[in-house]
C-alpha cells in the first residue's frame, strides 16, 4: 500500500531549495500528529467560516432566513470541502519540503479570495470571486496530486493519484461554466457541482486505498471543530461587547451569554467525548464520517451566528420575532448535538440509557425554541444537563467500574 518512508522526525526542518520525493506516509506511522502548516492553514480557513457567519446574521436579522440558510450552506461546502480534500491528502503524502508548502499556502491564498468573495455570493449572487478563490485551492491540491502520482511507482497508487487529479481538474472546469450560466440556473448547477466533487474520491479510492493515517485525521478534524467553536465563542463576545453600549444593563444580555457559553462548552465536551479514530479503520467507516462533518463544521459556526442574531433582537438592532432568533441558536445545536450523536456517539455505547442521552436531548433543545426571551440560556441548560447525564450514566458502566484510571467523559 505505501512507499518505503523515512522517519516522521526527518520531515521536521526543511532547508531553503530542499525537495523530497513525495513517497506515501505509513498509516502505522507512530507519533503522527498536525504539523504548525497544518495549523496555520486550519486558522486561515476560520477567516472564510467567520465570513460566512457574518453574512448568515445579516441575512436572520433582515428576516432573510431561507435565502441566508441556503447561502450558508453552498458557501460554506466550499470552505469545508476544500479543507477536507487538503486534509486527507496531506495525511497520506505531507512531506513538507518547500514546493509542498508553496502549494499549500497558493491554497491558503485561495481561501483568502474566497472569503473575500462571500458577501458578493450572499447580497447579489454573484459567484465570481468565490470561484476564482475555489479554482486556486483546487488548483493547489491537482499539483499536489499530479506530483504524487509522479512519485508512486506502484500502478494501484499511480493510477488513484491521476484520478484525484483528473477529477479535480475536471470539476474546476465545471465551477469556471457557472460564472457564465444564468444566475437563475447557478444554484441548481452548483448542487451538480457539488454532487460531482463528492464522488471524486469515492471513484478515486474505489480500488485502492490511500494511505491516510487514523489517528492524525481525528486529531485534524478535532483541531478543525475546536477552532470554530472558538470562532463561535469570539463573535459571541464581541456581539456582547457592541450591545453593551445599547442596554442599560447587562441583565438583558446576561440569559443569551450564559446560554451560549454553556452550549459551547457542552458541545466541545460531546464532541470529545469519544476516541474517533478507533473507528477509522477503512474508507466504509471513513468516507461517511469525513462527509458528515459538513454538517458539524456548518453547525457549529451557525451556533454563533445565531447567538449573534439572538443578541441583536434582544436589544432591537433585528426586528424579527424572539422564536426566529431562537431558533437561530436552538436549530443548529440540535443538528450539532443529532449529528454527532450519529457519526461518534452511538458506537461507543454500552447500555440503551447511554444510548439515548443525545437522541432524547435533540427535541428538549428544539422546546428550548418556545421559552422566549430565556430560551439560550434554556438550550444551554439542556446541553449542560445532557453532557452531566452522560458523565454520570458512563461512570455506572462494568468498564468505569473496573477500570482504575481517569472516569469515562460520558456522553
Known sequence: MTSSTPPSAS?????????????ARRRDEVHRTATPLELFFDLCFVVAVGQAGLQLVHAI???HVADGVVGYLYVFFGIWWAWMNFTWFASAYDCDDVPYRIATMIAICGVLI??????????????????????????????????????????PARRTALIYACGVALCQLGWITLLIAPADWRRWLFLILAAAELLVPVVA??????PWHPHHIAERYGLFTIIVLGETMFATTVAVQSALGDVKEFSELAPIAGGGVLIIFSAWWIY????????LKSNRESIPWGYGHFLIFASAAAIGAGLEVAVEQSIGKAHIPTPTASAAVTVPTAVYLLTVWFLHARHFKETLAQQLVLPVAVP?????????????????????????TGVALANRTPEA???????????
Request: glycine content about 10%.
Open 272 to 279: 470529545f467525548a469519544v476516541p474517533a479514530h478507533e473507528r
Open 364 to 388: 428538549a433543545v428544539l422546546l428550548c425554541t418556545l421559552a422566549g426571551h430565556w430560551a439560550v440560556l434554556a438550550a444551554g441548560l439542556v446541553a449542560a444537563a445532557t453532557v452531566a
Open 114 to 155: 474566497y472569503a473575500a468573495g462571500v458577501p458578493r455570493a450572499f447580497a447579489d449572487n454573484d459567484w465570481t470571486i468565490t470561484v476564482i478563490g475555489y479554482v486556486v485551492m483546487r488548483v493547489a491540491l491537482t499539483a499536489q496530486w499530479l506530483r504524487a502520482a509522479a512519485s508512486e511507482d506502484r500502478g
Open 205 to 210: 479510492e474505489s480500488r485502492h486505498q490511500t
Open 61 to 63: 436579522a433582515e428576516n
Open 11 to 23: 520531515r521536521g526542518h526543511v532547508g531553503f531549495g530542499a525537495m523530497r520525493r513525495m513517497h
Open 401 to 411: 467500574k473496573r477500570s482504575s484510571g481517569t472516569p469515562p467523559s460520558g456522553v
